[in-house]
């Protein structure tokens, strides 16, 4: 879990502005997530990537963009067409041969203002 | 895709005594079951896990079993304690796939009361 490491943990965005959260691992894990909670939603998957230079989208992608440029890295893009982007954002991440267990980073917190 | 249902959304039990949360899925094929505990604030923390190919599972006073054949498996936690007062997430597997993604139920509030 300490591997996963998300920045900024608390961010503030005027309405109209693109923010972009980091997520970096160092655990070589393969797979890389990203989950939207909201308060009784649980966890929704926005994107996910099982290898560099490739991805997918979630459940709920519109509005929101990602990059797998490089292995440890998968930073996301709130757009300003996300209409409702106040919430917590998990990143995650798994390691092939665990299968299917993930790990998450400690999160970031994004406010619209 | 799959639809994973959980139950009860808050759970209160007195300390000492046992919670259970059950969840369901869809996919017949889905192989691997975990089960997340969240603290208020923080990230979800894997408590424990079970395959396709187990019943049931135990760690400490932490155990899961699974019905394939009616596609539930539940979390029993005994002898509760205050400190296991957290939100609890449920998931199953993408259809059978080692690197796939993993399905949430919505989570269940439990509270242990003192």
């Known amino acids: 879990d300490g591997g996963i490491t998300q920045s900024p943990k608390y961010l503030f965005r005027k309405e109209g502005q693109n923010v972009t959260l980091s997520c970096e691992q160092n655990l070589n894990h393969d797979a890389m997530y990203w989950y939207r909670q909201d308060p009784g939603q649980g966890l929704r998957l926005i994107y996910y990537?099982?290898?560099?230079?490739?991805?997918q989208k979630g459940d709920i992608a519109e509005g929101y963009s990602v990059s797998r440029e490089k292995k440890e890295s998968f930073p996301l893009t709130v757009t300003s067409a996300q209409k409702n982007p106040t919430a917590f954002y998990l990143c995650a991440s798994s390691f092939r041969s665990s299968g299917n267990t993930i790990y998450f980073g400690e999160g970031s917190w994004l406010t619209v203002v | 895709g799959e639809n994973v249902e959980q139950h009860p959304s808050t759970l209160s039990v007195q300390e000492g005594d046992s919670a259970v949360i059950k969840c369901t899925y869809s996919d017949s094929a889905s192989n691997y079951f975990p089960w997340y505990k969240q603290e208020l604030g923080k990230r979800p923390q894997l408590i424990i896990d079970i395959r396709s190919n187990v019943g049931e599972k135990k760690d400490q006073r932490i155990a899961v079993t699974l019905n394939k054949t009616a596609k539930h498996f539940s979390l029993h936690i005994t002898e509760t304690q205050p400190e296991d007062s957290a939100v609890y997430f449920c998931?199953?597997?993408?259809?059978?796939?080692?690197?796939?993604?993993?399905?949430f139920g919505r989570g269940t509030q439990l509270t242990v009361w003192p």
């Open positions: 998931a199953a597997s993408e259809k059978g796939s080692t690197l796939g993604r993993l399905y």
């Open positions: 990537s099982q290898i560099v230079n490739d991805f």
